[in-house]
């Protein structure tokens, strides 16, 4: 190819890193060589994936997993990766996006891959780019070295967490073995549509011809049912062909038409954990009580109901970025606090320590339904004192000013406190809370990061 012709694939300002460039000149690198962030279609990606030789070894090599949906990806993910790891396959997990450190979006057998696996993938996939004279989004850079690097390292099993839809998201170029929608909410109406047929028909994109799909809501999109039908798919829907219930804050109980199994509590949603269960019962892999229950007790998420001691505050970080993912948290968080009261209460029974109260540090990005979110926190049934809020230091970050007029809506403006970012946010919730309260942390995956990169650094500083 001609240096002209390479020149034309990138932005003006990209300029390919050297051998010795770091992960982060690789990461800003290929936030720049494509005109826009988001640019669904698999058109531009498949030769590149083929010119990798990832879709044939993934076909070839490993059991796949694929998840999609509008809320407990994560979770659902992460579960179904740990009872594989526990059982003795080598598993390759994929999620998106990241907290703290991109590494967090590949890893095997639970380890994060290094720096320098990721760059020796960035490379082969630039050059795959260029071979085939073809621009990519950095979504679909990223993603085609993380299945790189599981091709290469032989991985059993590849879990992997749709980024948007189904049909037209990138990781939809491998073909799965077992398909899983967590549930269809309305959520990137500007890429999938404002209703959730055409919603769950983007996301029913991920069926192929004859295989599993596990369903994870009660209610299901005649778009979904229609997919199901062409594809003679083997649907196993929540509610109807497998459930769960809560026995107490340590066992639940899981049941389908040939098992029940009471199980260790997870520190994750018992609807995802159940959704990831029913997938890994439903393959043809030999994962036996003893792993399942193994990785329900060693299974986590950061930034799903995330529970941390830090600073001598008590904090929960939950993603809650809409509707759906507010009823997640709810749903986890009510019982949660009461026992919380309770055992600060019971610490020391004859000292008169104040009643805890929860303190919110919040944002969101700008194109979500911030309205619904914070009507459905303010209207439950919590004792919410304070909101700290702060602009996310992302593009599509809401305003201070959007956060604040979405507020006072539902609450007194004397309780909400403004500031010009997630770190000074993050240091005034401690100062103006108390050891016995707890700050919940939530709107985004860039609040929580924001929130966590502020508690890393005045641990150091």
């Known amino acids: 190819m001609s240096d002209l012709l390479a020149s034309d694939l990138r932005s003006p300002n990209a ?252 520190a994750l949603s018992l609807t995802n954990t159940a959704n990831a269960l029913s997938a890994v019962l439903a393959s043809p892999l030999d994962i036996d009580i003893n792993a399942i229950e193994q990785a329900l007790q060693t299974v986590k998420l950061a930034g799903r109901f995330d529970y941390r001691e830090s600073h001598s505050r008590h904090w929960l970080f939950d993603v809650a970025h809409n509707e759906q993912g507010v009823e997640f948290l709810l749903a986890q968080l009510l019982p949660f606090w009461q026992q919380h009261v309770a055992k600060q209460s019971n610490q020391d029974s004859s000292a008169n320590i104040p009643t805890p109260k929860i303190k919110m540090l919040f944002s969101m990005l700008g194109d979500k339904d911030i309205d619904k979110v914070v009507q459905r926190l303010t209207q439950a049934c919590l004792p919410i004192s304070d909101w700290f809020i702060a602009e996310i230091d992302y593009p599509r970050a809401a305003t201070t000013e959007q956060l604040q007029d979405v507020l006072v809506k539902y609450i007194d403006s004397t309780n909400i406190y403004e500031f010009d970012g997630l770190h000074t946010a993050t240091h005034a919730v401690i100062e103006a809370s108390q050891p016995q309260d707890l700050i919940v942390v939530c709107g985004s995956f860039h609040t929580i990061g924001e929130a966590l990169s502020a508690l890393a650094y005045d641990n150091l500083s």
């Open 15 to 266: 300029h390919s890193p050297n051998e010795s460039a770091s992960l982060t000149e690789w990461l800003d690198y290929m936030q720049q060589i494509h005109v826009s962030a988001i640019d669904m279609g698999l058109s531009r990606v498949l030769p590149v994936a083929e010119a990798l030789g990832v879709v044939q070894s993934a076909k070839d090599d490993a059991y796949v997993f694929t998840v999609a949906g509008t809320n407990g990806k994560g979770s659902t993910t992460a579960v179904i990766a740990e009872m594989c790891k526990a059982a003795g396959y080598k598993t390759a997990l994929y999620q998106s996006p990241h907290l703290s450190a991109f590494n967090e979006r590949v890893r095997i057998n639970g380890e994060m891959v290094s720096d320098q696996t990721l760059i020796e993938a960035f490379s082969n996939v630039e050059a795959a780019r260029l071979q085939c004279e073809l621009t990519l989004s950095f979504f679909e850079m990223t993603t085609l070295a993380a299945l790189l690097i599981f091709a290469e390292a032989d991985c059993d099993v590849w879990v992997l967490e749709v980024g948007l839809g189904g049909r037209l998201d990138v990781v939809n170029i491998i073909d799965p073995d077992m398909a899983v929608i967590t549930n269809i909410g309305i959520d990137h109406v500007d890429w999938l549509g404002d209703n959730v047929e055409d919603i769950g028909r983007e996301k029913a994109g991920i069926l192929r011809n004859g295989i599993a799909l596990i369903y994870g809501a009660i209610e299901m999109p005649d778009s979904v049912q229609h997919a199901i039908d062409t594809q003679q798919a083997t649907c196993y829907q929540i509610g109807q062909d497998f459930s769960y219930r809560d026995i107490d804050s340590t066992t639940w109980q899981y049941s389908n038409a040939a098992v029940t199994l009471q199980l260790p509590r997870p």
